[in-house]
């Protein structure tokens, strides 16, 4: 329709007066309404013969929506109508305008994109899955439980795309039972690149179009997001797989819906092509209905040479499932005692002296293969003799150079067939090769072209037995670089024993061009494929190979180590933390951080790149500090056991611990993390006091065990967190800045006595009041002076015992002291230690008093299997050595008084730095919008922090409104680092401010 009409209908049905902007639609005319020059409704007219149960739906459908909260915004219903147009009638619907860019217009999509696409898909989901309508059954072309009924589509599909749509189409009415025994809900079913928005940042804005919604299983809505988001990129299937990821990351996939997703990606694609070509037949005007053909037929053509298993192990994989479900259970048979496979070579490579090549691009020269088989066999028998080898093997899993020939070549992304997934054995050519178990010939061949196996033999086995002839799961050895003789005296079908000659190695005229050896590969599955299944693979697909072949040194049983350690990108163990990690553990900076080594106050990343660490109060004396490092090696090279033996590292660590505390401090339990410490710190409270209540500072963070998260509001009180339980009392933090008193100590304590009495009135009172010295999570605060003394006065005064948690701020951070509290002269009952007590080594402690001690002697022994254990107590020695030796506790003070004076040189040019707190190197910065509300900035501290990492240097943030900045280093930072890291702040403050 023309935009005069479209504007006239806005302004008769629904008094909007716009410009109207005609979008593309299949079946609707979609029109958006711009309001004074900003979008702000659209406009869809169904077509006349729309039926009225199908509008029904829709407007049902909406009112759901709109009264479903979530954070992926749908479009309203603003007004509905109807409409006289070219003589028949139409219905109208006006709704709200979503702004955002339509996926298809954004550029390719990186990972993270994607995963956040299936990861909406599943939210989409969620909020559809309680919708209930007559109208999701109707029959309709785009629903996937109908697909069958394209067929009548064939004949007019073109040639190229034809005989896949139909193979397609058939497979799915294979699968049909299946697919309508699982459960159906109603799904978008729409989710292509033009259906889905994106906001201004990239991300997922919303998902709009609810046109095609219908009842069927979930995993088909997933299918149709897969299917187009595979449209032009170089890798498609690894594109879906991260949105398959994102999916099951908000809502898990079971193994059946994942060993369908393949047929179902593939129907969706299949359906397109089909309706395509009728509906242009019907409308051959209406571009909209082809502009998706051209890239799917490029895709139809990529994907034709994927095996539906490897498909399928690639899904499982990114959902974290191990690819091959009998992947398992044949592995463990070949571990098991009851498996005993025979030598597949004289020499048996079980009792050889290994001696393994390199082939990677890291090798010795002499080894390329450029350089021909017979000089390079010959250069392997001089590597092996050099090192006192009797048997020479390649390694699995290594990342070869001598793939050259064109079967190696890229393809998706470019990326070489580099990753051997076999171990070869090399030998003299002619050498008999024997059985290692009894089984039957799968196939056998010859395949003489250059780099390619000779003669290959592909054996079956199954489990269950020793000699491999049980009636268990199959599996299969694949038995390469034979001469020609051995496959023309092997038929398939052939059985062989355990320990039968089937064939000897090929010399390199016919093994493929190679130095004698045999390669042996172990597979799971067979991808429908006989002795052209792949030696190498793509490393980015390493993983799933993994499980498709594993290591065939199950068979063999060669000592030592023939695998090589995967080299990951940072892509890939993001990807792998998502899929096998808990969705509850986070990462720094919007791009993480690859690091793989520290140095002192500094870490380096993959490509070589210091960062100035200000965050990591864990390594305390600086990163792979040599002593530390010596202490634990060592040691560790010696014993290690429990603390039922006498052993002089536990005492000389409870002694030289316990003469950094004021008397009566002097009684040493050694736990593995300041949780743990905590948790020990409350049994010995209650056990001593016979109550059960703590007193705890509102914002206070004491760990991540349940007892811990009770009584840390920084956790209970925030998303996630139930609020206080029954025994827990939180009491005003004594904040100066912004505290209800400034820095009035004494003033916030009465609060804690307020609670005391509450406690005593219900005929209780308190086991503990516990504190952190600085409170790190509410923002780096410094106590006011003053509460401590009055607190500990009023807690003690109603029983409780102190618990003064160091965990963070301990063993000298502060500069002036050795622990925290001693600023505020009072002496706890019980102290916490652990972050830096082992430089991270797990080791945690408490240190308390004799008279405490004697009351936790119930009867029930405390007993902690690793908590004290000699390579613990060895690397906490150390700790303390370097930090008495290189005198960090003055180094904190003087380099923290630097940077606490730069800082607050800064204030007086930036307005938004509120206010700077801390001692020593435990310091804050707290950003607000204004300094007389003191509103918290938080927008603004993460910027700061992101401009500080590109600049070179790593901050975070804290505190309630997670807009303190938090400078908390190794005390090795030197003088000339903290001038660094002031120029960096102070930069990344003004390139902030600047792009305001």
Not at 400 to 412: H, I, T
């Amino acid at each position: 329709m023309q935009t005069t009409i479209l504007s006239a209908l806005a302004a008769d049905l629904f008094d909007v007066h716009a410009e109207a902007v005609p979008l593309p639609g299949e079946a609707t005319d979609n029109t958006r309404l711009d309001v004074e020059g900003r979008p702000q409704y659209l406009l869809k007219m169904y077509a006349a013969d729309t039926s009225p149960a199908e509008i029904e739906l829709q407007e049902a459908l909406l009112t759901h929506l709109a009264r479903t909260e979530s954070a992926l915004p749908t479009a309203s219903l603003v007004a509905t109508s109807t409409a006289t147009v070219a003589g028949h009638q139409r219905t109208a619907h006006l709704l709200e305008w979503i702004p955002g860019t339509p996926y298809s217009q954004a550029g390719p999509a990186d990972a993270r994109r994607l995963h956040a696409l299936g990861s909406a898909v599943a939210t989409l989901d969620g909020i559809l899955a309680g919708f209930e309508h007559s109208a999701l059954d109707r029959d309709f072309r785009w629903h996937p439980l109908r697909a069958g009924d394209l067929a009548r589509a064939l004949p007019h599909v073109g040639d190229g795309v034809r005989d896949f749509t139909a193979s397609t189409l058939a497979r799915l009415g294979e699968l049909m039972p299946e697919l309508r025994a699982l459960p159906q809900q109603a799904i978008h079913n729409d989710a292509n690149d033009n259906n889905v928005l994106l906001d201004a940042d990239g991300r997922i804005a919303a998902i709009i179009d609810f046109g095609d919604v219908v009842r069927a299983p979930r995993v088909c809505g997933l299918a149709v997001a897969a299917a187009y988001a595979q449209l032009g990129q170089d890798d498609p299937v690894a594109a879906a797989c991260a949105v398959v990821a994102g999916y099951h990351a908000e809502a898990p996939l079971s193994a059946t819906e994942l060993r369908l997703l393949p047929d179902l990606i593939n129907a969706r694609l299949a359906m397109s092509i089909a309706n395509s070509v009728e509906q242009l037949a019907a409308d051959p005007d209406n571009a909209y209905l082809d502009s998706s053909q051209p890239q799917i037929r490029e895709l139809v053509t990529m994907l034709s040479g994927e095996p539906h298993e490897v498909l399928v192990a690639r899904f499982r994989d990114a959902c974290g499932y191990r690819p091959v479900p009998t992947e398992r259970e044949i592995v463990a048979w070949l571990r098991s005692a009851g498996c005993d496979p025979a030598p597949m070579l004289r020499t048996d490579p079980a009792t050889a002296r290994i001696h393994t090549i390199d082939w990677t691009a890291h090798g010795p020269a002499d080894l390329h293969i450029r350089h021909g088989a017979p000089s390079v066999g010959a250069a392997i028998d001089a590597h092996r003799t050099a090192h006192g080898g009797t048997l020479t093997i390649g390694r699995y899993r290594e990342d070869r150079v001598v793939y050259r020939s064109d079967a190696f070549a890229g393809g998706r992304g470019g990326e070489r067939r580099s990753v051997h997934m076999a171990i070869d054995v090399f030998d003299a050519a002619g050498a008999p090769v024997f059985a290692p178990f009894d089984g039957t010939v799968k196939a056998v061949e010859f395949r003489g072209a250059d780099y390619d196996y000779g003669g290959v033999v592909l054996l079956e086995h199954r489990t269950g037995t020793s000699d491999g002839a049980g009636d268990g799961t199959p599996f299969w050895l694949l038995v390469g670089h034979l001469d020609r003789r051995s496959v023309e005296q092997l038929r398939a079908g052939d059985t062989v024993r355990r320990g039968d000659t089937i064939g000897r190695l090929g010399a390199a005229a016919e093994n493929g061009g190679w130095p004698p050896h045999i390669h042996v590969q172990l597979f799971t599955t067979l991808l429908g494929r006989s002795t052209d299944l792949p030696g190498a693979v793509r490393p980015s697909e390493a993983d799933v190979w993994e499980s498709i072949c594993p290591n065939p040194n199950l068979v063999l049983r060669a000592p030592g180590n023939t695998a090589v350690a995967p080299d990951r990108r940072a892509d890939q163990i993001a990807a792998r933390r998502t899929a096998n990690l808990s969705p509850t553990l986070s990462l720094s900076y919007a791009e993480p951080l690859h690091i793989t080594a520290g140095e002192g106050a500094e870490l380096i990343d993959v490509h070589g790149r210091r960062y100035l660490d200000l965050v990591n109060n864990v390594c305390h004396v600086g990163h792979s500090h040599p002593h530390v490092v010596g202490a634990i090696a060592e040691q560790a090279a010696r014993l290690n056991t429990n603390t039922r033996y006498l052993h002089a590292n536990i005492t000389e660590y409870a002694r030289r611990l316990a003469a950094t505390f004021p008397d009566p401090l002097n009684v040493v339990m050694l736990t593995n993390s300041g949780s743990e410490a905590n948790d020990l710190a409350l049994r010995l409270a209650r056990t001593a006091t016979g109550r059960e209540h703590v007193l705890t500072l509102d914002w206070a963070y004491h760990g991540n065990l349940s007892s811990l998260v009770e009584i840390s509001p920084y956790k209970f009180n925030r998303s996630g967190g139930t609020g206080p339980g029954e025994r827990v009392r939180v009491c005003d933090i004594p904040d100066p800045y912004r505290g209800a008193f400034g820095s009035d100590g004494a003033r916030y304590a009465e609060h804690l006595r307020t609670q005391c009495a509450g406690l005593s009135a219900a005929g209780t009172g308190p086991a503990a009041f516990i504190h952190e010295s600085i409170p790190g999570c509410a923002g780096q605060v410094e106590l006011a002076d003053g509460y401590l003394p009055a607190a500990y006065a009023e807690a003690r005064a109603a029983g409780a015992l102190c618990i003064a948690d160091e965990v963070q701020c301990g063993f000298g951070r502060v500069g002036e002291h050795m622990w925290a509290f001693e600023r505020h002269g009072v002496v706890p009952d019980i102290v916490t230690l652990g972050k830096p007590i082992g430089n991270g080594h797990p080791i945690a402690a408490v240190v308390t008093t004799p008279e405490v001690a004697r009351r936790f002697r119930t009867g029930m022994e405390y007993f902690n299997t690793f908590g004290g254990n000699p390579v613990s107590c060895a690397a906490a020695l150390a700790v303390l050595d370097v930090v008495e030796d290189e005198r960090l506790m003055a180094n904190a003070d003087r380099v923290g008084g630097y940077l606490r004076r730069r800082l607050t040189a800064m204030a007086e040019h930036h307005p938004p730095i509120g206010d700077v707190r801390g001692r020593g190197l435990f310091l804050g910065a707290d950003l607000v919008v204004d300094r007389d509300t003191k509103e918290p900035d938080r927008a603004l501290a993460k910027r700061v922090v992101e401009a500080a990492k590109r600049d070179g240097v790593l901050l975070s943030t804290d505190g309630p409104g997670d807009n303190v900045l938090k400078i908390k280093p190794p005390l090795v930072l030197s003088m000339e680092q903290a001038r660094r890291a002031a120029d960096v702040i102070e930069r990344a403050l003004t390139e902030v401010a600047a792009a305001r």
